[in-house]
C-alpha cells in the first residue's frame, strides 16, 4: 500500500484555503505502463483518534487547478463521480474507503493526486501524491556487426540494440565466465538506442565453457530487460562460426 504526505487541520469546503492546509509536498510514485496502482489512505498521528472519516475527496491535476474526480462516503459502496469519468471510470476502483486503484495505467495518469478526508469533529486532513508512469522497457537484441577467427583468437563486434522509446535508459554489458574487465556501461542519449562492444578473446578455457556469456541489460528507473549472448556458440565450433556468418550477413541485407 502507498501512503503519500499527510496533514491536518480543521474542516473546510474549500480545499486550500486556511481551514485545511496541506504540506506542499508530494511522494513520488513510479510504476509501469499498463500495470495498476493503489493510494492507500492512512490516518496519522495527530488525527483526534475519536474522530471517525465520514468523506474523502479525490482529486486529480496541476497543483493550482486540482479537479475532483469523486467522493467516497461512509454510508455507501458506490463512489459519486464528479468529472473525469469518460477517462477514469472504467479503470478507477475504490475497494476500501481509503483506497483508490487504477487499473491499466496510461501515462497521462501521470500527475498530483490528492485525497481530502473529512472527519467528525470539523477535522479534516490531506494525503498528497506524485504518480509517474513510464513505459515499459522492451527485450534488446544483440547484433553480431563484425567478427574474425585467427589461431587462437575469435575477435568480434557486437551491437546491443534498444527497441521502443529509450528516453532515460541505461545499458550495461555484463559477463559471466570472462574476465571482469569486459564490462562496459553507458546511458543513452536521447538520439541514441544501441551500443556497442568490440572485443579480442583468446579461444581458450573460457570461451570453451558453456556458461562463458555476454548479458546486455537495458533498464530505467523502474523496469529491466536483458538478452544474453553465449559465446561458445560461435567462437569455438565451425558450426557455430559458418552459423554466425549467416546471421552477419542477413543482418547487412537489412
Known amino acids: 500500500h502507498i501512503q503519500g504526505v499527510w496533514s491536518i487541520g480543521a474542516k473546510s469546503s474549500v480545499a486550500h484555503d486556511s481551514g485545511t492546509k496541506d504540506s506542499g509536498a508530494f511522494v513520488p510514485l513510479k510504476e ?4 495498476s496502482n493503489l493510494f492507500h489512505v492512512i490516518m496519522k498521528p495527530g488525527v483526534d483518534p475519536g474522530a471517525e472519516l465520514k468523506e474523502i475527496s479525490w ?13 467516497v462516503y461512509k454510508w455507501t459502496d458506490s463512489p459519486m463521480w464528479v468529472t473525469l ?28 493526486y490528492q485525497a481530502i478526508g473529512d472527519l467528525t469533529e470539523g477535522k479534516a486532513f490531506i494525503q498528497m501524491f506524485h504518480l509517474i508512469v513510464f513505459k515499459p522497457v522492451l527485450l534488446p537484441q544483440i547484433l553480431a556487426k563484425s567478427f574474425s577467427i585467427t589461431p587462437g ?3 568480434v563486434t557486437l551491437e546491443s540494440r534498444a527497441t521502443g522509446a529509450s528516453e532515460n535508459l541505461n545499458m550495461t554489458w555484463e559477463n559471466k565466465g ?11 542519449g536521447p538520439d541514441s538506442n544501441s551500443r556497442t562492444l568490440t572485443l579480442s578473446l583468446p579461444v581458450s578455457q573460457h ?5 562463458a556469456s555476454l548479458t546486455c541489460v537495458v533498464s530505467n528507473s ?18 557455430g562460426f559458418q552459423l554466425a556468418k549467416i546471421k552477419f550477413a542477413a543482418e547487412e541485407r537489412k
Open 32 to 35: 509501469i505502463q499498463g500495470d
Open 59 to 71: 482529486q486529480f491535476g496541476p497543483e493550482s487547478d486540482y479537479r475532483v474526480m469523486l467522493h
Open 85 to 112: 469519468q469518460d477517462k477514469y471510470k472504467q479503470r478507477v476502483h475504490v475497494p476500501t474507503m481509503t483506497t483508490l486503484r487504477t487499473e491499466n495505467l496510461t501515462l497521462e495518469d501521470s500527475g498530483r
Open 153 to 155: 583468437w575469435c575477435s
Open 178 to 188: 570472462l574476465p571482469k574487465n569486459l564490462d562496459q556501461t553507458g546511458t543513452l
Open 207 to 211: 570461451l570453451s565453457r558453456p556458461n
Open 222 to 239: 523502474i523496469d529491466k530487460k536483458n538478452a544474453t549472448l553465449h559465446l561458445g556458440e560461435f567462437c569455438c565450433t565451425e558450426l
